[in-house]
């Protein structure tokens, strides 16, 4: 059974903290991505990756950065933690041509 | 106007029935159209992809799509307690996954 699976399910932080959330996808994927979902809003793409060392900005990258140093890990980073970037953020990837994400089962971050 | 709308409920039905769920889209470039279901406290997991117009069904599950109204439906027959979860459409001009945009979700609970 093919995984997207995410270090953390829960994470309380505080503010100013630098904060990492890792994911690793067994799929040998070329593409991952990172999303957060809040009520009301669905789901937001924050940053994605075609390639190992390659990034692409989503909708919303202010606040964050990442890093994909090897094919099956894509890393998040909250340079300096804020109250709102309390949500849930899901990883996903997905193979090129392929018809739909494999979704990590999210990390609910807490910023106090 | 948002670029996909879709009603979050709460909707809730009894068990045996018929259910649709609905998403309205505004940009005519969507060629992609996908269903994803959410269970409490996990990620999302696709249910149906369908590429441009017309139905596609699964077991219990009928997704239709309607280009020329931008309008995308899922109709889930002989409703079940374990069909209780979050349902997201989602659509996208091509199939690479950077550019897929999402509802915000319906909730739906199933009652026995």
């Known amino acids: 059974d093919v995984k997207v699976t995410q270090s953390s399910r829960y994470l309380v932080k505080r503010t100013g903290e630098k904060v990492f959330l890792e994911c690793v996808q067994d799929?040998?994927?070329?593409?991952m991505f990172w999303y957060r979902q809040d009520p009301g809003l669905g789901l937001r793409l924050i940053y994605f990756?075609?390639?190992?060392?390659?990034?692409e900005k989503g909708d919303i990258p202010e606040g964050y950065s990442v890093s994909r140093e090897k094919k099956e890990r894509f890393s998040l980073i909250l340079e300096s933690a804020s109250t709102n970037q309390t949500s849930m953020y899901l990883c996903?990837?997905?193979?090129?041509?392929?018809?739909?994400?494999?979704f990590g089962s999210g990390t609910r971050l807490t910023v106090v | 106007q948002k670029e996909v709308e879709q009603d979050p409920g709460p909707l809730s039905v009894p068990e045996g029935a018929i259910v649709s769920l609905n998403c309205t889209y505004s940009?005519?470039?969507?060629?992609?159209f996908m269903w994803y279901r959410q269970y409490s406290r996990k990620g999302p997991e696709l249910l149906m992809y369908?590429?441009?117009?017309g139905n596609k069904e699964d077991g219990r599950f009928t997704a239709q799509v309607d280009k020329s109204s931008k309008y995308i439906s899922l109709f889930i027959r002989d409703s079940q307690p374990s069909d209780s979860a979050t349902y997201l459409c989602?659509?996208?001009?091509?199939?690479?996954?950077?550019?897929?945009?999402f509802g915000p979700g319906t909730r739906l609970s199933v009652l026995p």
């Open positions: 940009n005519s470039a969507f060629q992609y």
């Open positions: 990756s075609y390639d190992v060392k390659m990034k």
């Open positions: 369908t590429y441009s117009s």
């Open positions: 989602a659509m996208s001009r091509g199939s690479k996954g950077q550019n897929f945009v």
């Open positions: 799929m040998d994927h070329e593409n």
């Open positions: 996903a990837s997905i193979a090129a041509g392929d018809s739909g994400y494999t």
